[in-house]
Structures are given as structure tokens and as C-alpha cells.
């Protein structure tokens, strides 16, 4: 009887080291998918950042844009051929961790107040002017 009681203790012992190895395994591996997804995170901004079309020489459209939260002010030179995509893959590259915002947001005149969500549009199309004020907005 002793033998058995020693066995049960044993085997519970063994399944309880079995559970801890197994759920150590388990946040070891959600460390690595989040340090994975910060990296593959902050190589998209890099990313978006160097897609962008080089600022005009002379002249093109200074506008200056509003991110959420800190309240931070970018500005950029444009072309007047860029489109709204490049302002928005400019946003998404330059967001603080204190910046964040959804994937899919727009871009928002005050005057004349005017929502901007269609990427395709040239900055022309679009009505935008030199020394536009921009805020993001989901």
C-alpha cells in the first residue's frame, strides 16, 4: 500500500512538473511572437518611410500633419501628383508608440473640414493646398 501511495505521489509530481514545463514553453513562445511582431512592426514604418517619393526641390505642397494623442506636429514638402497613400503610409511610418492608431483611419481638414480616406486620389484631386493643416482620425 505504501508502494502504491509513493507511485501516485511520483506520478503527480511528474505531471505537475510536465504542466510547469509546459506552460514555461508557452510564455517563452508568446515572448518570442511578440518580440517577432515588434520587429515586424517597426520594419513596416522603416519600410513605409523609405517608399515614399522624394520631396520636391523647389516649391510643392508644405502640409502639416496632426497625430493623435501627443498631439505632435509633422511636417513634409509633397508633390502635387503624390497621392493621399503616401500621406498615409508617411503617418503610419512616423507614429510614436504613444501614436498609435488603426490600421485604416483618415486624414481630416478643418477648413474647409473635409474627411480624406480614398488613398488613390492625388493631393490635387483631393483639394489639398500648400500649408494644410491635417489631422489623423479613426
Known sequence: MQQQEYEQAEAMDRSRAEAEAEEQRRIEKQQEEDEAAEIWKKFEKEHKLESLPPEPADGGLKIV??????????????????????????????????????????????????????????????????????????
Request: net charge negative; hydrophobic share 30%; glycine share 6%.
Open 65 to 138: 500633419i496632426t497625430m493623435p494623442g501627443s498631439g505632435r506636429r509633422v511636417t513634409r514638402r509633397w508633390s502635387k501628383t503624390d497621392t493621399l497613400q503616401h500621406l498615409f503610409d508617411y503617418c503610419s511610418g512616423n507614429a510614436a508608440d504613444d501614436e498609435e492608431f488603426a490600421d485604416s483611419f483618415a486624414l481630416v481638414s478643418n477648413f474647409p473640414t473635409k474627411r480624406h480616406t480614398n488613398g488613390e486620389l492625388t493631393l490635387e484631386q483631393a483639394g489639398l493646398e500648400t500649408n494644410m493643416v491635417l489631422r489623423v482620425s479613426e
